[in-house]
């Protein structure tokens, strides 16, 4: 007869990895992921493109002008672009910058520009400013009252603009080429481009309404005819 | 109520036990590395992308949901006289281990487990039986475990 005998065996129950190894998988993708949008590729998921969130112009008329600089401007609203060349210290970020002269870049700028011939004002918000080529990026304060050579506006709006003026008019595809001798140019709605350097200022864009000297051209009259 | 616990002495419940949060210290570290990341990102002067901030912000409510989900799977009670181990979410599988029948315990911890003092009580009925799985101090549960379970005999002994 053989005898029974019971054997117990004390083993470690097997724990499963499975779970934690696909965690740390998707950690260090995430992990990876953020390093890449943030020192790589920043625009990364970004829709490019210019997204108009703006009462801009769908169907106006086309305004080119090249005339001489008005006395001032001051425009406050969104823009994609501003381009400047600017002499002295400037704000960004509550920090000051002491430069003597400085090349800046901002994308998605808000807030407000104003400028005489001589003095330029920025004062808003921008989410990437470049000084001399080096970027900052994050939702940025910026403060400028400075001297400058060059300013660019890249898709801005205004609802009316208007001053004595000398120089060429372009309305309309260059259906309406006016030569001002300071007379009056008037833009309503504008939504474009502004370009200003030295004595030269250039407006390139799309208006409700534009008046050269005694002109006017509308984009409700054209719509009807 | 009283009649109750007249019927059923050995219902009354001692103490209530779940996972200890110790066993997601790696998930925990995982947030908190991603969590650093950012604010150094942040504070280097580099924007955090809308994308990878959602991903990231995803990531750590699954993690804190699921393991706050997963320690309500297992819930481990003790009576005077038995230990319970329910397990299941909506259906429940409840094991009850009277005390007499333990004959003996043993404690199992891994080296991460040692670190952080928690582990599994496994006890026997002359043969493995249940695991109290993932426990904080698990050997000062096992000691107090041991004090009950005399208590429980020597007063079933009184009675005899």
Known sequence: MVEEGVEAVLTHPKKSRKWMLMLIGVFLFIFIFVFYTSFINPDFGKITGNVISQPGVLNGISVQVNLDSPENFKVDTRMDKVDMKVKGSFEVDDKRYELETASIVMDNFNGEVSFDDDNL???????????????????????????????????????????????????????????????????????????????????????????????????SDRDTE | MKKMEKKNPNRKRLKKIRYSRKLYLPLYIMILVLIGF???????????????????????????????????????????????????????????????????????????????????????????????????????????????????????????
């Open chain 1, 121 to 219: 004002v920025v004062e808003g918000k921008v989410t990437k400013i470049f000084i001399e080529g080096i970027p900052i990026t994050g939702k940025i304060k910026v403060k400028f009252d400075n001297e400058y050579s060059y300013l660019k506006l890249g898709n801005f709006y205004t609802s009316s603009f208007s001053y004595d003026a000398s120089g060429i008019v372009r309305l309309d595809d260059e259906k309406v080429v006016v030569n001002l001798d300071d007379e009056l140019f008037k833009v309503k709605k504008f939504t474009g481009d502004l370009e200003k350097r030295g004595k030269s200022f250039r407006l390139t864009g799309i208006a409700e309404e534009a008046q050269a000297g005694l002109i006017t051209v509308k984009a």
């Open chain 2, 38 to 160: 950012m604010i150094y990102i942040k504070y280097s002067g580099r924007g955090i992308n809308e994308m990878a901030f959602k991903v990231v912000l995803a990531f750590i409510i699954i993690i804190i949901l699921a393991t706050e989900i997963h320690r309500f799977g297992e819930v481990y009670h003790l009576t005077e006289n038995a230990v319970i181990l329910n397990s299941g979410y909506f259906g429940i599988l409840s094991k009850r281990m009277e005390f007499e029948a333990i004959s003996d315990m043993q404690v199992l911890q891994s080296a991460w487990q040692r670190v952080w003092n928690f582990g599994d009580l496994q006890m026997f009925k002359f043969a493995p039986g249940p695991t109290l799985k993932n426990i904080n101090r698990p050997n000062a549960f096992a000691e107090e475990l041991e004090k009950i379970m005399a208590r429980a005999k020597a007063g079933e002994h009184d009675e005899e």
